[in-house]
């Protein structure tokens, strides 16, 4: 992406969703999902869905390359 991206996370109903911006997994610890924020930096997001009396969610992981230069960007 040439700019940064508003992340959004959906979830099941009454889950508490808590997510990470550095790529480690989320945990009980992790910064609570309260809505849409901005992802600025190449980095992996992952999240995890949680609620008491459930088993946890699978953790949920994209990972974003801001170029910042609004230029194309390759693969390799």
């Known amino acids: 992406y040439g700019e940064e991206q508003a992340i959004t996370i959906t979830g099941p109903v009454g889950a508490t969703i808590r997510y990470t911006t550095d790529g480690t997994p989320p945990s009980s610890h992790s910064t609570v999902y309260a809505g849409s924020f901005t992802q600025s930096e190449t980095g992996t ?3 995890l869905a949680m609620r ?3 088993t946890n969610s699978a953790i949920a992981s994209n990972h974003y390359v801001i170029s910042g230069g609004g ?3 390759c693969w390799l």
Do not use: E, F, T
């Open 71 to 73: 230029g194309a960007c």
């Open 52 to 54: 008491q009396g459930y």
């Open 45 to 47: 997001v992952k999240a």
